[in-house]
């Protein structure tokens, strides 16, 4: 076992490009869930802690490995930190935020537009939202069928704002302005309170 820190031993400086390369592949044939470290370690000739070297974790690989600039987790994660009760606001203030940014969206977008027509990219996809958004929103509202329905509500909402205003584009969501978007979202969003 290597015991040292620093750079894990047998990264060489393409280690990073081949571990994306075997990413994009082995989620697209096995998904997010059967896609293992050690398989893309394996398939990029490389060892398995590179993938927490370069991309911090699994969901790191996946949100680069499907050219997101900023993957829905770090969204999510940055919506989690603050009270239960006002957390669908967050969400959907972040969400908004992130998307609204050219080089978020544009990736973003072409993702879900590219999952919508390759199913192994959907699944893959599908996979990452349900083990890292879903799971992870059912985990902070802790636990059980009362959290895993207010989850399920708040991610319903995400998928509506992505599709309606960036994906499909439908006006007025598209060109108005992130705050009057959000204030016209606010009296849904407090029904989604804890």
Known sequence: MNKSRGRPAGGTSDGRERLLAAARELFAVHGYDGTTLRMLGARAGCD????????????????QAMAL???PS??????????????AERLAAYVVQAWDRPEVGASLTELVRTAMTHPEVLRAFREYVE?????????YLGGGPAATEQATALVTVVIG????R?????????????QRYRHALRPMLRTLGA
């Open 161 to 164: 704002i992505v599709f309606g």
């Open 131 to 139: 083990a890292e958004i879903l799971g992870r929103l059912v985990e």
């Open 166 to 178: 960036y994906v499909l584009g439908i006006e007025p969501l598209s060109t108005m302005s992130p």
């Open 69 to 71: 600039t900023l993957g």
């Open 74 to 87: 770090a969204v999510l994660e940055k919506a989690l930190e603050g009270d239960p009760a006002t957390l």
């Open 48 to 63: 398995p802690a590179l993938v927490a070297y370069h991309f911090g974790s699994k969901k790191g690989l996946f949100a």
